[in-house]
């Protein structure tokens, strides 16, 4: 008769017998020898603890409410609804730009659901609404790089998209003839600088061949670019009056008496100056001399004319980088463009750089440049070579109204330039220091991608913090460039913290 000992060990080795069939089946309808149920067992207990490990790893990234937290912003996951937790509440929010501003740079994200939600009490909204959805984090993203053009006599700006403007044809311009709607006056602006002609100097147009109508432009664009010394006619201090030396067998010249010296196919200019020197003219300066009848020879019209050979042995040439110029040192930057209508912006060889834009199809643009001398290495105003400063750009106007719609060539050509004043770049924006004059002027001032400029608010410092912002994030940006953006909502925590009057959910 069998033993309670044996009657216990048939037990088990049927119960091994029922767990092998069940882990191990019976391969080729063989049964398979029982083993022990310590292997199931193990790998059991292992699946569970790395279910609990993952478990806890999704809570840390995928934190969910917790009414401990004091403040936060919370994504609701079925309907992207967003809430800002202060004070055990939560407030609807519309954008993470008020978060930040509510909060500080590090305020985290974390999802919740309807359930979550409901377990707690909800506050009036919060925020700024037409604050924009984010602002960089990024140094990288806050940009100098600025275009504007004068398009159908207004302006339109963008920032940060130098690649989508070269890529519908920007490039440099080598000057431009244009006029400000409302204005009388025209200007030339090349490099850097503008050039005003005076509307009461009539002759001036005629005298630069300018030929054709200027450009008509907004206010707004031609003050972008530093002022040149007006462009109109000149004559030296005393005409008539006597030098301190004369040349050789001709003491009848006097001051502001022309000298042409001709060369083969060529003429150079002189003016004599009270030195008695012979101050050689640039073509433009000779087109522009005005001359007198108190002194002999005195126009371009009635200029002694000699050989080279007789002007080298009875006149000395002014040294004219120790000498001071009777004319202005800054229409250099001019030179290689007179004459004006020397060639043509639409047919010829020279279409792709012309020397002035000046015809209805091409559209001149200004370029932000950060402290850099005008690279043509022709003379500029001061102000350019010390600052951030305007360059003289253009594009065709079907490139131009492709890159309002931040459209690249592939695409056909809009009828109509976008309604909008400035595109900036997503996800992009300025964080500016304006500055007038090659001098930095406070506060600072913010352009986001909603092509709109926020003041920072009283407390500056406070605001920079909570959004994460260095003085290494701050750009240079003269205050006119600044103007041509509209302005937006003020960004700070005074201004995120006021409650939206319609309340709700955001």
Known sequence: MASNKDILEAQRYNRRRLITSFVAGSPEGKEVEPQAPTRPFVIGAALAVV???????LRFLYPGADNKQSAGLAVVSSSGARYYLQDGQWHPIS??????????????????SDTDLAKYSQGQALGIADAPEDVPS??????????????????FTWIGNSSLLKSNGLRAARSAYVAPVGG???????????FRIPAAAGETVARLRLGSSPISVNPNWISLFDDGPDLATWTVENPGGPMDSYPQNNNSLRQGSIIAVKDTGSTTYYVLVSTGHAYPLSPLAAALYEGSPLAPNGTIETALT?????????????????????????WAALEGLYPFDSDSTTSGSDDDNPKVVRVRDQVPCATLE??????SGAVTTQQSSTTAHATLTFMSQEGARRSTWNLDPTAATPASYSAGSALVKSGYGTLAQGSTNGQTETPLTFVSDLGLRHSLGDDQKDTLQRLGWGTDYVQTVPEQWLELIPSGVELSNRAARREVASGGKS
């Open 51 to 57: 279910m609990l490990l993952v478990s806890v790893g």
């Open 95 to 112: 954008n993470r730009t008020s978060a930040r501003l509510l909060g500080d740079s590090s305020t985290g994200t974390m999802k919740i």
């Open 138 to 155: 990024d140094k990288n993203h806050m940009t100098a790089d600025w275009t504007s053009c004068a398009i159908a006599e207004r302006t």
């Open 184 to 194: 009388t006056d025209s200007y030339i602006v090349s490099g850097s600088s503008k």
């Open 306 to 330: 000699i050989q080279p050979g007789a002007f080298a042995q009875a006149f000395t040439i002014a040294k004219t980088d120790v000498e001071p110029s009777p004319f202005p040192k800054e």
């Open 370 to 375: 950060q402290g850099k001398s005008d690279s």
